[in-house]
């Protein structure tokens, strides 16, 4: 069974900078082997959206949104996918989640809030 743990939310100012981590584990799971991996966010009263994605390609993208302040990036050694996010706003409120796919399983962790405060 494939588990995803997102770390690293917390509360900053605007301008500040996180960075998230999306741990993975499984028996045999390799984030080298998964077709994408995805951030997502969900914000009080909204529906989930698509932040970033990082395919088996290394092909990347990003929501408008957040162009030129995220960063996503993985460490297949380590199982871990981030998302480095800079020049914070008050819109970035949400709560963050991570999202892999591979063959057939799509996954999905708990999720970490990220509070961004003026």
């Known amino acids: 069974q494939v588990q995803l743990v997102e770390l690293g939310g917390g509360l900053v100012q605007t301008g500040g900078s996180l960075t998230l981590s999306c741990v993975a584990s499984?028996?045999?799971?390799?984030?080298?082997?998964?077709?994408?991996c995805r951030w997502y966010r969900q914000a009080p009263g909204e529906q989930r959206e698509w932040v970033a994605s990082?395919?088996?390609?290394?092909?990347?993208a990003y929501l408008d949104a957040v162009k030129g302040r995220f960063s996503i990036s993985r460490d297949n050694a380590k199982n871990v996918v981030f998302l480095q996010m800079n020049s914070l706003k008050l819109e970035d409120t949400a709560v963050y989640y991570c999202?892999?796919?591979?063959?057939?399983?799509?996954?999905w962790g708990q999720g970490t809030q990220v509070t961004v405060s003026s």
């Open positions: 499984g028996s045999g799971f390799s984030i080298g082997n998964a077709d994408w």
């Open positions: 999202n892999i796919g591979q063959g057939r399983g799509n996954y």
């Open positions: 990082i395919t088996n390609a290394d092909n990347i």
